[in-house]
């Protein structure tokens, strides 16, 4: 008889289901049933709309930098980051002791819950907020703590204050969140620290934050609290999801203690090659930004005007609605349009569409109106 593998694990495994992902192009194309040539041949024309990249592409020097990194993948990569540190820390204006890199923003989220949450301790998130914070919560054998979100999905910072005890190690935010777009004020955000013990934890995830910049402050020099980590990614406007790049900035000894879970070359030298060039593009981000911001707009008019947009968004992404959200999803995979349902975060009839190209975002926009009943 087979070895029941799930009692050999952690207890927590009970609990714990894989992330489900946007759904890759030629994944989606072969669940049509159509054969490894007709896959190749039908990539280019399909339309990824489900896991908010970038979809201009990478900026131009961190693509050549990447040709000149791969001349150096036979030897491991610089484990503590150095020359991404030092020009993130000039972005910031912080101390390279205030940085984390991680193997995506992702990783920083699960390493930063994992030293601070175990048994016994709770973590705090809101109900609709990203997904991976549940996942890493349940992973370190802690008790996870899903509070609502007001009406319009706002995260509700009074119940996430009560839902406070002795027991509270980890508070994560997501601002702007994902999935729901919604925005909270640096306002709101500095009240609600005020409030919270200093020794807590405060995960300020600001994936999007590239989307907002001109609408809050500075929140690395604006929000003073002890426990504060701000988390940031060049997977989203910095379009180099692939790679897995992602960084926390916190205070210094705070980030010790993280780094003590840290394996060694955690960030790949493409990657690390990658996001320093990167960060010397800004200009082409914000064109970039701009733009999605422009199409955005137009895609939530048009959503609204076929009667199903679900809440206005402040990230790369909007939300719309409709009764049998599963079902559209394999109408719009059948048209070559591949959105995101949002069941899997309690939301079974809200689907999820990333800002494409203005092309991408017709045909998305086409796709849907055909299958609308
Ligand atoms: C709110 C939020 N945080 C973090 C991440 C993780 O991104 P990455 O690991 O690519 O940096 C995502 C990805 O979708 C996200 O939406």
């Known amino acids: 008889m087979g070895i029941d593998w799930l009692k050999q694990a952690v207890a927590q495994s009970e609990k714990l289901h894989p992330y489900i992902p946007g759904k890759p192009i030629a994944q989606m194309l072969r669940e049509l049933g159509l054969s490894e040539q007709e896959v190749i041949n039908q990539v280019a024309s399909t339309v990824k709309l489900a896991s908010n990249e970038n979809p201009y592409g990478a900026p131009p020097k961190a693509l050549k930098a990447i040709k000149q990194a791969a001349c150096e993948v036979h030897r491991y990569p610089d484990g503590d980051c150095f020359e991404l540190k030092q020009a993130l820390a000039e972005k910031h204006d912080i101390d390279q002791e205030n940085l984390l890199l991680g193997n995506g923003s992702n990783e920083v989220l699960e390493l930063i819950i994992r030293t601070f949450a175990g048994a016994g301790d709770e973590v705090i998130y809101s109900q609709r907020g ?40 980890v508070v994560c935010i997501a601002n702007p969140n994902n999935p729901t777009g919604a925005l909270l004020s640096t306002q709101a955000l500095q009240s609600f620290l005020h409030k919270l013990p200093p020794h807590i934890v405060v995960i300020l995830d600001e994936a999007y934050v590239e989307y907002v910049e001109d609408m809050l402050e500075d929140s690395i020099h604006a ?78 008019q048009a959503l609204s005007d076929l009667g199903c947009l679900a809440a206005p968004s402040f990230a790369n992404f909007v939300l719309f609605q409709h009764q049998d959200s599963l079902s559209l999803v394999k109408k719009l995979e059948q048209e070559g349009v591949i959105v995101r349902p949002l069941a899997p975060y309690g939301m079974p009839d809200i689907l999820r569409v990333s800002v494409g190209k203005v092309a991408e975002n017709d045909a998305f926009l086409m796709a849907l109106s055909k299958v609308l009943p």
């Not at 609502?148 to 002795?166: K, Q, R, S, T, Y």
Request: charged residues 20%; proline residues 2%.
């Open 130 to 169: 990203f997904i991976v914070y549940a996942l890493a919560t349940t992973a370190a054998g802690a008790k996870g703590v899903a509070v609502p979100e007001h009406d319009g999905f706002i995260h509700n910072l009074d119940a996430m204050l009560a839902a406070v005890n002795e027991h509270t190690k």
């Open 223 to 300: 929000l003073n609290h002890a426990g504060l980590v701000v988390s940031r990614t060049f997977s989203k406007a910095y379009g180099l999801a692939g790679l897995r790049v992602g960084y926390a900035v916190a205070d210094k000894d705070l980030l010790a203690v993280v780094n003590r879970f840290r394996e060694p070359f955690n960030v790949n030298s493409m990657a690390q090659a990658a996001a320093l060039a990167a960060l010397d593009e800004h200009d082409w981000v914000m064109d970039k930004v701009a733009q999605c911001k422009a199409e955005r707009v137009r895609l939530e």
